[in-house]
C-alpha cells in the first residue's frame, strides 16, 4: 500500500528533458552527505534516468536507502509511450523482482486522466483519478483503495505565469505534507519548502541551475530529525 503511494508520487510532474537546443539523454542525480568538517561524503544514493528523443524519461533506477524496510534498495521504472510522448504504462521492479504495473489512462488528447495499479498476479488494486483546469494544468489527484474508498488526496495550486506554487497532500482526509515552490524570473525552480501535516517545516531545497535552467546542484537541508541534516545533490547530464 505505502510502496503505491511512492509510486504514484514518483510519477507525478516528472521532468520533461529539454534544454533549449539540447535533448537530455541521461541523467545522473548523485548525492552527499556534509559532515561537521563541511566535507561532502557520498552517501550512496544515486538516481539515473534515461529520456527518449521526445524528451519523455523511459527508464529510472533509484539505488537508495529505504527507511521503511531499514535497507538499501534499487528501485528500477520502465516506461512505456504510445508515439514516444504518450505515457501508455510502467512497470515497477526492486533489482530483478517485478513489483507492479502501472496502467495510464489518457482522453482523447493524450492528457493522463487516470492510472490503475496491476499486481504481479494480474490483480487491480490502487487506482488514481486526475483532473484539470481549462488550461490543462493538473490541479487535483485522487487515489481509490481496491474497494473504491479515497485514500488519498493531492491538490496542485499556480501562479499567474503558469508556475506549479504549491502542492498539498492528504490520507483519509487529514492533511499529510505541503510543498511550496519559489521560482526566479525566468521561470527556473529555486526553493522548494516541503511541511509536515502540522505545517511545521520538515525540509528545504534550494537549486543552481545554469543558464537553461538546468539543475546543476541542489541542496537539502532536513529539520525533521533530532540533528538538522544536510545533503548536496549533483547533477550530470548527456545529450543526444
Request: without cysteine; positive net charge; aromatic residues 16%.
Given at each position: 500500500m505505502?510502496l503505491?503511494?511512492?509510486?504514484?508520487?514518483f510519477?507525478?510532474?516528472?521532468?520533461?528533458?529539454?534544454?533549449?537546443?539540447?535533448?537530455?539523454?541521461?541523467?545522473?542525480?548523485?548525492?552527499?552527505?556534509?559532515?561537521?568538517?563541511?566535507?561532502l561524503?557520498?552517501?550512496?544514493?544515486?538516481?539515473?534516468?534515461?529520456?527518449?528523443?521526445?524528451?519523455?524519461?523511459?527508464?529510472?533506477?533509484?539505488n537508495?536507502?529505504?527507511?521503511?524496510?531499514?535497507k538499501?534498495?534499487?528501485?528500477?521504472?520502465?516506461?512505456?509511450?504510445?508515439?514516444?510522448?504518450?505515457?501508455?504504462?510502467?512497470?515497477?521492479?526492486?533489482?530483478?523482482?517485478?513489483?507492479?504495473?502501472?496502467?495510464?489512462?489518457?482522453?482523447?488528447?493524450?492528457?493522463?486522466i487516470?492510472?490503475?495499479?496491476?499486481?504481479?498476479?494480474?490483480?487491480?488494486?490502487?487506482?488514481?483519478?486526475?483532473?484539470?483546469?481549462?488550461?490543462?494544468?493538473?490541479?487535483?489527484?485522487?487515489?481509490?483503495?481496491?474497494?473504491?474508498?479515497?485514500?488519498?488526496?493531492?491538490?496542485?495550486?499556480?501562479?499567474?505565469?503558469?508556475?506549479?506554487?504549491?502542492?498539498?497532500?492528504?490520507?483519509?482526509?487529514?492533511?499529510?505534507?505541503?510543498?511550496?515552490?519559489?521560482?526566479?524570473?525566468?521561470k527556473?525552480?529555486?526553493?522548494?519548502?516541503?511541511?509536515?501535516?502540522?505545517?511545521?517545516?520538515?525540509?528545504?531545497?534550494?537549486?543552481k541551475?545554469?543558464?537553461?535552467?538546468?539543475?546543476?546542484?541542489h541542496?537539502?537541508?532536513?529539520?525533521?530529525?533530532?540533528?538538522?541534516?544536510?545533503k548536496?545533490?549533483?547533477?550530470n547530464?548527456?545529450?543526444?
Amino acid at each position: 500500500m505505502k510502496l503505491f503511494i511512492y509510486i504514484l508520487i514518483f510519477l507525478s510532474f516528472f521532468y520533461i528533458s529539454f534544454s533549449q537546443n539540447k535533448i537530455i539523454k541521461k541523467e545522473t542525480q548523485t548525492s552527499f552527505i556534509l559532515n561537521k568538517d563541511g566535507k561532502l561524503i557520498p552517501d550512496g544514493n544515486v538516481i539515473e534516468k534515461h529520456y527518449n528523443k521526445s524528451g519523455k524519461i523511459i527508464f529510472e533506477s533509484n539505488n537508495t536507502f529505504w527507511s521503511e524496510v531499514n535497507k538499501q534498495v534499487n528501485y528500477i521504472k520502465k516506461y512505456y509511450y504510445t508515439n514516444d510522448v504518450v505515457l501508455d504504462s510502467t512497470l515497477v521492479f526492486e533489482g530483478d523482482k517485478l513489483l507492479l504495473k502501472v496502467e495510464n489512462e489518457t482522453d482523447s488528447s493524450g492528457l493522463e486522466i487516470g492510472a490503475v495499479e496491476i499486481l504481479p498476479n494480474g490483480k487491480k488494486s490502487f487506482k488514481a483519478k486526475y483532473y484539470y483546469n481549462e488550461k490543462k494544468q493538473k490541479i487535483k489527484e485522487q487515489l481509490f483503495s481496491p474497494d473504491g474508498v479515497l485514500f488519498t488526496l493531492k491538490e496542485y495550486f499556480y501562479d499567474p505565469k503558469g508556475n506549479l506554487v504549491e502542492e498539498r497532500g492528504y490520507d483519509r482526509g487529514t492533511p499529510k505534507y505541503r510543498f511550496l515552490l519559489k521560482y526566479d524570473k525566468k521561470k527556473y525552480l529555486i526553493e522548494k519548502k516541503q511541511f509536515d501535516g502540522k505545517n511545521n517545516l520538515i525540509k528545504l531545497i534550494k537549486y543552481k541551475n545554469d543558464k537553461s535552467g538546468l539543475p546543476l546542484e541542489h541542496k537539502e537541508t532536513n529539520y525533521s530529525g533530532k540533528e538538522k541534516i544536510v545533503k548536496v545533490v549533483k547533477y550530470n547530464y548527456e545529450f543526444y
